[in-house]
Nanobody, 126 residues
Framework: QVQLVESGGGLVQAGGNLRLSCTASERTFSSYVLGWFRQAPGKEREFVAAIRWSGGRTYYADSVKGRFTISRDNAKNTVYLQMNSLKPEDTTVYYC???????????????????WGQGTQVTVSS
């Protein structure tokens, strides 16, 4: 139903910045929470940030507060993850997701999202 496509990943040096984008092929975000997750090989999928499309309420993992910013552009059906002051430990595949979590705790759980993008690789060199 909902098709999500991530872009913007790449290779940067530690301390650098990247902006990830996630675009839906059709307008399906109005009632959804859009989240960013990351998953390194052999690790659990980790919550990064989320935004409620209606109203723009945001949520962040403690590990990225003050460094990452999630935002949306309604006209483009796109959610962004601005990543600043990147660290080598940020290296992994980043996924965007859409779902209908009710509480802030649910918004941080990958199992509460129904639709996922293909992922985009972020590599931070030291």
């Amino acid at each position: 139903q909902v098709q999500l496509v991530e872009s913007g990943g790449g290779l940067v040096q530690a301390g650098g910045n990247l902006r990830l984008s996630c675009t839906a092929s059709e307008r399906t975000f109005s009632s959804y929470v859009l989240g960013w997750f990351r998953q390194a090989p052999g690790k659990e999928r980790e919550f990064v940030a989320a935004i409620r499309w209606s109203g723009g309420r945001t949520y962040y993992a403690d590990s990225v507060k003050g460094r990452f910013t999630i935002s949306r552009d309604n006209a483009k059906n796109t959610v962004y993850l601005q990543m600043n002051s990147l660290k080598p430990e940020d290296t992994t595949v980043y996924y965007c997701a859409a779902g209908l979590p009710i509480t802030s705790a649910q918004a941080m759980g990958a199992h509460n999202y129904d639709y996922w993008g293909q992922g985009t690789q972020v590599t931070v060199s030291s």
